[in-house]
Nanobody
Framework: QVRLVESGGGLVQTGGSLRLSCAAS????????MAWFRQAPGKEREFVAA????????YYAESVKGRVIISRANAKNTVYLQMNSLNPEDTALYYC?????????????????????WGQGTQVTVSS
């Protein structure tokens, strides 16, 4: 069973930055896609960013474009989410997810249904 372990969350002031990490217990394959989703209290889980291992393509939600960078460390089977210019609307539980299926249409990776493995989440709280 694949384990995804997130870390790096915490409390930060508006305008601050955080770097989230997600370590996978297995080797991430070239057909995989790793992503970050988030869920705020009372809201549905939403897509944040994804990176496809085969070609390093990245995808971002409109709400975070220009403020967030997703990256990877192949040797560590780890994916990162650098978040800058944080605001209170970014407060949420951030989940790491892995899709082991290769989809030719990138839009599929924006859906939570594309991902079969999930971490437990790391809390990000942005104070005003």
């Amino acid at each position: 069973q694949v384990r995804l372990v997130e870390s790096g969350g915490g409390l930060v002031q508006t305008g601050g930055s955080l770097r989230l990490s997600c370590a996978a217990s297995i080797q991430i394959f070239s057909t995989d896609c790793m992503a970050w989703f988030r869920q705020a209290p009372g809201k549905e889980r939403e897509f944040v960013a994804a990176i496809r291992w085969t070609d390093n393509s990245t995808y971002y939600a409109e709400s975070v474009k220009g403020r967030v960078i997703i990256s990877r460390a192949n040797a560590k089977n780890t994916v990162y989410l650098q978040m800058n210019s944080l605001n209170p609307e970014d407060t949420a539980l951030y989940y790491c997810a892995r899709s082991s299926r290769y989809y030719t249409l990138p839009d599929v990776y924006l859906r939570s249904s594309a991902y079969g493995d999930w971490g437990q989440g790391t809390q990000v709280t942005v104070s005003s």
